[in-house]
Nanobody
């Protein structure tokens, strides 16, 4: 059974940091590119960060460049999103995605709220 379980979300003040984790099981994690998406209320889901199978290349949405860092540990079947200098506009549900060709797996999401 495929599972992607996100954790690490919560309430943080502007300027603060959070580290999201996504633990994968039920598929060959090391063969899948991994991404983090987010969806704010009333908005479409958007790609935040992406990392290739071998961690050789990462890409980021312009809105998070220089503040967020995606990484993966294939030995632990886990992908991370380090989020620094958080802003209120980063408030959203954050989703983990695994992709290989036409195959996509999604997690249930974790809420991140940035507010004073």
């Amino acid at each position: 059974q495929v599972q992607l379980v996100e954790s690490g979300g919560g309430l943080v003040q502007p300027g603060g940091s959070l580290r999201l984790s996504c633990a994968a099981s039920g598929f060959t994690f090391s063969s899948y590119a991994m991404s983090w998406y987010r969806q704010a209320p009333g908005k479409e889901r958007e790609l935040v960060a992406h990392i290739t199978v071998t961690s050789g290349r990462t890409t980021y949405a312009d809105s998070v460049k220089g503040r967020f860092t995606i990484s993966r540990d294939n030995a632990k079947n886990t992908v991370y999103l380090q989020m620094n200098s958080l802003k209120p506009e980063d408030t959203a549900v954050y989703y983990c995605n695994a992709n290989r060709g036409y195959v996509n797996f999604w997690g249930q999401g974790t809420q991140v709220t940035v507010s004073s």
